[in-house]
């Protein structure tokens, strides 16, 4: 009998199994994979070394990350995201953020040659750099199209800056503070690249009234730049959409209108301390203009009445080209229940929303459902029975929690993106 003396497995194989492991499994499971065998131990090296963090408050990461980068040159291709972190707190001391910035932007040009991925992780702008130094370093990193801002503070020179340094750009996600605004240099959309997708997640540094109304500055800004050469996918998250009062009428009505046939892809996440009823409202919302938006995610509460009729909301969605419209994400508010469930089933139910094939709602208060100890079950059961002719006609009809709601958002930009290449 012959007998099998070695297993081949494809390396393709190797790549999906090892990156499983490394998302979902522990340190020592992904040693235990390169030590498999040098087919594995090379999977297992390059899948790791996709994302790298960089302490920014320490000098010898770069060295250490140049060495073992000039011994290993196969890896350099690998590196797909990078992540600089600005600062360290130890015993309630921060330490030195951003020193080695510069030379390790520098270094990445030829150390990542592939990076697609750059991530500011706690940058201070006023600490961090100065535009003009930093726009210099920026520049030869030509592959990279996503560019994130986590837990940042940020002026609108800023993001100036950053926008016209990297004209391969197709990704912007902006969650920061800002700290200042900035009139003295425009930005025209000759000035900025095509966006794909833009996430806003946008605060203020002080109560201030000047700080206020810079917030709604920074989306006029981009619906006067990136708006205008078109972006598929638009997420909005607190507080973007605001009051009044602070400048916001009307700001995301025009960035909205602004996007016209480019928007598919459409996320709103609205203020706690208000709902997207009056934000619809302030904001002016609609979506006559977006004749190609086919996807609208609103997980955040509509506080309405128990008939949606005539609400904020009803007037934004029939507003949507009929046959047009084919996901959609609301929030479900179980203690409203049967009406409210009964009236969104009778407004999707209208002839201009026929297009639908997947209907998603994502829990309002999940701390109330435990309390009322509610199951995602049976507010599933009340969904499905309230939406049965949707589901007799092969519409999904589905109840999520917060957090898988998101990744099933994610999940339909991700897939609006890849519709747009």
């Known amino acids: 009998m012959a007998t099998l003396s070695r297993l081949s497995i494809p390396t393709e194989l190797i790549d999906k199994i090892v990156a499983e492991v490394i998302t979902y499994g522990r340190r020592k499971d992904v040693t235990t994979c390169a030590l498999l065998c040098k087919q594995w131990h090379e999977v297992t090296l390059r899948q790791t070394f996709r994302c790298v963090t960089f302490l920014l408050y320490k000098e010898d990461g770069l060295i250490a990350f140049r060495q073992l980068i000039e011994r290993n040159t196969w890896l350099a291709p690998s590196i797909r995201s990078a992540t600089l972190k600005f600062k360290r707190w130890s015993e309630g001391m921060k ?11 520098d270094a990445l040009s030829t150390l990542a040659p592939q990076l697609q991925t750059l991530i500011f992780d706690d940058a201070h702008c006023r600490q961090g750099w100065v535009c ?4 210099r370093h920026l520049q030869p990193l030509r592959s990279v199209s996503t560019l994130k801002f986590r837990i940042c503070t940020l002026r609108m020179s800023d993001i100036k800056m950053f926008l016209r340094a990297m004209p391969n750009m197709q990704h912007l996600d902006l969650s920061s503070s800002i700290l200042s605004g900035d009139s003295k240099v425009g930005l ?14 946008l605060s203020r540094v002080s109560r201030k009234e000047a700080s206020r109304k810079l917030l709604p500055a920074v989306v006029k800004l981009l619906t006067t730049s990136v708006a205008v050469r078109g972006i598929s996918c638009l ?4 507080p973007v959409s605001g009051r009044a009062e602070e400048g916001w009428s009307g700001v995301v009505g025009d960035l909205i209108r602004t996007l016209g046939p480019s928007l598919k892809y459409l996320r709103w996440y609205g203020d706690s301390w208000t709902d997207l009823e009056t934000e619809f409202g302030v904001s002016t919302i609609d979506l006559t203009a977006n004749v190609h938006l086919h996807t609208l995610v609103l997980p955040s509460p509509t506080r309405t009445a128990r008939n949606v009729a005539d609400s904020q909301l009803s007037r934004v969605l029939n507003t949507i080209i009929p046959g047009a419209l084919r996901r959609i994400m609301l929030c479900h508010s179980f203690v409203l229940e049967t009406e409210f469930l009964h009236s969104y089933a009778s407004l999707l139910s209208r002839p201009r929303f026929q297009s639908l094939t997947d209907i998603y709602f994502v829990q309002e208060d999940e701390w109330l459902a435990l309390i009322e100890n509610r199951s995602i079950g049976q507010d599933e059961q009340n969904v499905q029975t309230a939406f049965a002719e949707f589901i007799a006609r092969g519409v999904v009809v589905r109840v999520l929690e917060h957090d898988d709601g998101r990744v099933v958002a994610d999940r339909w930009e991700k897939e609006t993106i890849v519709e747009s290449d």
């Open 235 to 238: 997420s909005l998250d607190t």
């Open 95 to 105: 330490q030195n953020p951003g020193e080695f910035l510069m030379p390790v932007l």
């Open 188 to 201: 025209s959309p000759a000035d900025v690249p095509a966006l794909k997708s833009l996430r806003l997640s």
């Open 132 to 135: 003009r130094v930093l726009s």
